[in-house]
């Protein structure tokens, strides 16, 4: 195979599982950088002189991480501090009661009858079983495969797997298949919560999001050091296998010459030579053309998509006090109909948020208090608006939800004390700025409607040699489902070498 490298645009976690990938196949590999660390979205900042996760807090789907590590000859359990949950998640509501849900079904069933009666705990053991037969029937068909259709989404599956497929409700939306199973509004609003981990609304995401229930009960883990040192330990891991990372490094355009991918361009205007491109990114940046023409034509965006949420967010050094919280705490709004409308209808902040706060210095088996000030991510979904001018969210919009959000706890019952300069806020305006082309969208374009699964770009383009990977990409946002998308791009690319002969 060629010795002028691939070059990956982007340190996320799609690019490093892609780069070690191409690592493993014998390829020369170059990972380029804007940043001065690994991980995109999932990256730290420093509060108060502490370092806090500021992106992705939940690591799931272990079995992607196991086989990367596995190729590259070593195991994620070497490589990182991991331990596994057994509270997933605390909830409460504003409207009373708490619950947790647990890593084990059994207790799940006896916590949903304590909390709501015993029919909604054999409603939630249909639910799961439900959850667990639309995973299988997504994971080798979808998932773990390149960009489908729907006529090749029935192909893989097969004869046997047709009515497994038709049962799933791909057409129906999650809330409304919630419906069909919970009777408390609580729970109905709990699991569909799923929807925003792809930045979508319940209202308007398909059933097939329930797989989270399924997934989550294979395990969530902590790790030690922070999702943020997930991207360190595999960035390390490629470079010990000849991957070389260049950071603070900007690709301003990726050129091509005869209708093929030739290198790219930095920002201090150095050209360097590859043999294929893989970026890494939103592909929305691609499409505004902020990486040149060649690769703005490349790629087909659907104009009529919606984007996915974005967030406002706090991370804090802060002392608790009154709730007693877990490793992930939940608070839901009074209206969650309404905190959807205010999203996508109306573009702004929520009036009544739901909160999520990453209590990140709890252990994953236990939920003790520390005996001091901790690290905190607080974070509400935010319309993703951070390209408009005017800015729709001044000063006073976000001060306005900044003061709701933290009512919203005190009426949950928790306190957190911290000094101004222990808190970081974070903007969908912020979140523009360091992903350019996404209006602050943290998830690509948001998956509403059964097509939206259909109408993400798959690994390759329309110029050849520039390859796609990323969140905004199939198979779709979170950590995981990135790596997926990393390692979709990298066998692609390596199919399609071989098949030149290079």
Not at 224 to 244: C, I, Q, T, Y
Not at 407 to 432: I, K, M, N, S, Y
Request: aromatic share 6%; net charge neutral.
């Amino acid at each position: 195979m060629s010795e002028t490298p691939v070059i990956i645009v982007g340190a996320g976690i799609g690019g490093l599982a892609a780069a070690l990938e191409l690592a493993a196949r014998g390829l020369s590999v170059e990972v380029l950088e804007r940043q001065a660390v690994p991980g995109g979205k999932m990256r730290q900042v420093p509060v108060a002189g502490q370092p806090i996760d500021a992106g992705p807090t939940v690591l799931t789907m272990r079995w992607v991480f196991d086989e990367l590590c596995d190729q590259a000859g070593t195991s994620l359990e070497a490589e990182t501090g991991l331990e596994p949950a057994s509270v997933l998640a605390r909830h409460a509501w504003l409207t009373g009661g708490e619950l947790d849900l647990h890593a084990e079904h059994a207790r799940n069933v006896e916590a949903i009858g304590a909390f709501a009666g015993p029919a909604e705990a054999r409603r939630y053991g249909a639910f799961c079983a439900r959850a667990r037969r639309t995973y299988l029937a997504l994971r080798d068909s979808f998932i773990r495969a390149s960009r489908p259709n729907p006529v090749s989404l029935l192909g893989r599956a097969g004869l046997r797997g047709l009515p497994d497929m038709l049962r799933i409700s791909p057409f129906g939306s999650l809330w409304g298949a919630l419906g069909e199973h919970f009777h408390d509004p609580r729970l109905r609003q709990l699991f569909g919560r799923y929807a925003t981990y792809c930045g979508s609304s319940p209202f308007a995401a398909p059933a097939t999001l329930m797989l989270v229930a399924h997934v989550e009960l294979e395990g969530v883990w902590r790790l030690r050091e922070g999702m943020h040192g997930l991207a360190r330990a595999l960035a390390s891991l490629a470079e010990a296998r000849g991957v070389r990372l260049r950071y603070g490094c900007e690709v301003r355009h990726i050129e091509q010459r005869g209708g093929r991918v030739s290198g790219v361009r930095l920002a201090d205007g150095e050209q360097l030579a590859a043999s294929a491109v893989i970026f890494n990114g939103d592909v929305s940046a691609l499409a505004q053309g902020l990486l040149g023409e060649s690769a703005r034509h490349a790629t087909r965006v659907s104009r009529r998509a919606t984007r996915s949420l974005s967030a406002l967010t706090w991370n804090l050094v802060a002392r608790s006090s009154g709730f007693e919280l877990s490793h992930h705490n939940v608070f839901f709004s009074d209206d969650y109909a309404a905190e959807f409308e205010d999203l996508f209808t109306h573009a702004r902040l929520p009036r009544r948020p739901t909160v999520y706060l990453c209590a990140q210095d709890r252990g994953a088996e236990q939920a003790i208090s520390p005996s001091g000030p901790e690290r905190l991510l607080c974070l509400v979904n935010a319309p993703a608006v951070g390209d408009h001018v005017p800015d729709p969210l001044d000063a006073a919009e976000i001060e306005r939800c900044e003061t709701e959000t933290f009512r919203v706890l005190e009426r949950c019952g928790l306190t957190l004390a911290f000094e101004p300069q222990a808190c970081q806020r974070t903007t969908p305006q912020d979140w523009h700025h360091r992903f350019p082309g996404t209006g602050g969208a943290l998830y690509g374009q948001a998956s509403h409607g059964w097509q939206a699964s259909f109408s993400r770009p798959g690994t390759r383009t329309r110029l050849a040699g520039l390859y796609l990977a990323g969140g905004s990409v199939h198979p779709g946002p979170g950590v995981p489902m990135a790596a997926l998308s990393g390692r979709l791009a990298a066998r692609t690319l390596i199919g399609d070498l071989t098949s030149r002969g290079k």
